[in-house]
């Protein structure tokens, strides 16, 4: 899947307040519920909602792990606390799925193809030369 560069650091951070939406709810222990509808649950079979959601984690422990002083400043996390991944790992499967729908929303949304690539390289390109033809200064 390709983003734009300016939709990329946007998709970030909308993925980010979702996880943190995810995780405030389990924390309170409202269950996520996946959408049996989603038109590309097909595509989300368990071993996939597996592999993003142990990955999510791996992400969040290597965070804590690099970054310690600054996830202990941004969470107001003293030094005798602990930092720990969100745990959805120890989700039911549902719950997990509910997760990688909302992730996968979020990253489709954002998504482009490669013709639409292809068309804002060609009307740059274009734009560039129209420019370069204006600036020339003779030589």
Same mark, same amino acid.
């Given at each position: ?7 990329e650091q946007l998709c970030v951070?909308?993925?980010m307040r979702f996880l943190h ?18 038109? $590309? ?19 969040? =422990? ?7 002083g600054y996830h202990r400043n =941004?969470?107001?996390?003293? !030094? ?13 499967? =549902? ?9 996968? $929303?979020?990253?489709?949304?954002? $998504?482009?193809?490669? !013709?639409?690539? =292809? ?19 003779? !030589?």
């Amino acid at each position: 899947m390709r983003v734009r560069p300016n939709e990329e650091q946007l998709c970030v951070v909308e993925t980010m307040r979702f996880l943190h939406k995810c995780w405030e709810l389990t924390e309170h222990e409202r269950p996520l519920s996946p959408d049996p509808f989603y038109i $590309r649950n097909s595509l989300l079979t368990p071993v996939i909602v597996k592999k993003v959601i142990d990955s999510l984690e791996d992400i969040f =422990a290597k965070e804590i792990v690099n970054y310690p002083g600054y996830h202990r400043n =941004a969470q107001g996390v003293s !030094e005798s606390q602990y930092l720990v991944p969100p745990g959805f790992n120890w989700l039911p499967q =549902a719950q997990q799925l509910a997760i990688v729908q909302g992730i996968d $929303r979020i990253f489709q949304k954002h $998504r482009v193809t490669d !013709e639409e690539i =292809a068309k804002e390289v060609a009307e740059h390109e274009r734009r560039v030369a129209e420019q370069s033809y204006y600036y020339d200064d003779g !030589e």
